[in-house]
């Protein structure tokens, strides 16, 4: 068999709840146009809740043989993931010594450009054309004035997924990202389609602190392949007794 090109495990987590989230379904109930948040979307950290879940999550690790819990942990760069990533370290006992523990811009939010703090009612009321071509292209290719698309997101994630062959390869791999993150490395580790991925898509927002897991297996295909193990995984945070969330992130735009 050849060598082993892919972590044995890999993680993929939402980041806890943030006050962006708790802002967003203020003004969506409210009706208004525009999300109340003061700071920028990067700096925006984790709610009191948030934090709760992050800890939960870590306590689930915690519970892990140390031989099956992370030894590398990538995060998107916004506060909001790397306090998620921080909390779940520590409250797991991880070694900060043992475990390597890298900020990648490349996992950040997906970006909305000019539609950055609108609520639905706000694209709509002010952007009334961008709302019609998005609808006719589809959120999958549809890229917002100074945003990205769906296909942009995946791009820079392929640039991940290379990184991690070259680096990572036999290790146990948690990813900290956000909710487009965990479902565009589900586009591209199960090889989906855009209709494939849009309709997970539909079906519900990935819940805060949700695990999405993969683990190798050597005895499929030809030199072994990564399977899914896990789908938006809560039980960590329903076992503690902390409440589950899933709202959208300040961003994003409605579904279609």
């Known amino acids: 068999m050849a060598e082993q090109k892919w972590p044995q495990q890999i993680w993929i987590v939402r980041h806890g709840q943030s006050a962006g989230n708790v802002a967003r379904d203020a003004a969506e109930a409210a009706g208004v146009a525009l999300i109340d948040i003061a700071t920028r979307d990067v700096d925006t950290p984790l709610s009191a809740l948030g934090r709760r879940q992050a800890e939960a999550l870590g306590h ?28 779940v370290l520590e409250t797991a006992g991880l070694d900060r010594d043992e475990v390597s523990v890298i900020a990648d811009e490349r996992l950040r939010e ?9 609520t639905r009612h706000g694209i709509r009321q002010k952007y009334p054309e961008l709302s019609e071509q998005r609808t006719h292209v589809g959120k999958f290719y549809f890229r917002p004035p100074g945003g990205e698309s769906w296909c942009d997101v995946i791009l ?4 991940v997924l290379d ?10 791999v948690l990813i900290v990202g956000h909710q487009v993150i965990v479902n565009c490395f589900r586009y591209l580790l199960e090889r989906m389609d855009e209709q494939q991925i849009l309709e997970i898509d539909r079906s519900g927002d990935v819940p805060n602190c949700s695990v999405t897991s993969y683990r190798f297996d050597p ?11 896990l789908v938006n995984f809560v039980a960590p945070l329903r076992d503690s007794g902390t409440p589950v969330t899933d709202e959208p992130d300040v961003q994003a735009a409605p579904k279609s």
């Open 219 to 229: 005895a499929r295909g030809r030199n072994g392949k990564l399977v899914l193990d």
């Open 156 to 159: 820079r994630l392929r640039s």
């Open 60 to 87: 689930w690790f915690r519970d892990m043989p140390p031989s099956e819990r992370p030894n590398v942990i990538l995060c998107s760069s916004y506060v909001r993931a790397r306090m998620t990533a921080q909390i």
């Open 110 to 118: 997906k970006e909305f450009g000019i539609l950055d703090r609108l």
């Open 163 to 172: 990184t991690i062959v070259r680096e990572y390869r036999g290790e146990r």
